[in-house]
C-alpha cells in the first residue's frame, strides 16, 4: 500500500541492499541515534544476505539499548516493512523506486562510483541525495535528516512522489 503523509516522523527505514559494503546501516543507525531518541522515533533496520557486518551490528544495537529498534536481516518482503514507515535512509539502488512508488520520502546515498549515477534520487523526485559517502560523513547525514524531519520539506518531497505509479514494473505518471 502506497503512504499517505504524517507527520511527525514516528517510523523510519533504514535499507542499504544487500551486501551494503560500507556498512552504511551501522554509521547511519550512530549518526541519527540521538535525534530518534528524543524524538521517539521507531527504527526498522534491514540488511540483506550479504551483509558482512551482522554480527558487528547486532553487537552494536545491544550495547546502545535502544529498545525502539527492529533489526531484520535476509528478509524476502521488504514491502511490508515499507508499509509502516514516513521516511527513510537507503542506497541509491532499485529501492529508489519502490520508495517512490509508496511516496516514502528518503535520503539517498551511493554505495560506489556506479550508483553516484543513477540520477533519479534526487529532491525533484521526492529525494535528499547525498552521494557517494566513503568516508561516512556523520555531520552531513545529520543536517540532511534534521531537514527531513521539518514538515514543510518532508510534505513537498511526499507531495513531489505522488505523480510515481510503478504497477506492472513500468513508470506511469499521473
Not at 502506497?2 to 550512530?30: A, C, E, Q, W
Not at 520520502?105 to 529525494?127: C, D, S, T, V, Y
Not at 535528516?145 to 518532508?154: G, N, P
Amino acid at each position: 500500500k502506497k503512504r499517505s503523509f504524517r507527520h511527525p516522523v514516528k517510523n523510519l527505514l533504514i535499507l542499504f541492499g544487500g551486501t551494503d559494503p560500507n556498512n552504511y546501516s551501522m554509521h547511519t543507525i550512530d549518526a541519527i541515534l540521538d535525534m530518534c531518541k528524543e524524538k521517539n522515533i521507531f527504527i526498522y533496520c534491514v540488511t540483506g544476505p550479504g551483509y558482512l557486518y551482522k554480527e558487528e551490528l547486532e553487537l552494536y544495537l545491544r550495547k546502545i539499548g535502544y529498545d525502539l529498534i527492529n533489526y531484520t536481516h535476509k528478509t524476502g518482503v521488504v514491502s511490508s516493512i515499507m508499509e509502516k514507515v514516513d521516511l527513510a535512509i537507503a542506497s541509491a539502488g532499485r529501492t529508489v523506486y519502490e520508495l517512490a512508488h509508496m511516496h516514502i520520502p528518503a535520503i539517498i546515498m551511493a554505495q560506489n562510483k556506479r550508483e553516484e549515477l543513477h540520477a533519479f534520487a534526487r529532491p525533484e523526485n521526492g529525494f535528499e541525495y547525498i552521494g557517494y559517502m566513503n568516508p561516512f560523513n556523520y555531520n552531513k547525514l545529520i543536517e540532511k535528516f534534521k531537514k527531513m524531519l521539518d514538515m514543510e520539506y518532508r510534505r513537498l518531497l511526499f507531495d513531489r512522489m505522488k505523480r510515481f505509479h510503478f504497477e506492472l514494473n513500468k513508470p506511469l505518471l499521473v
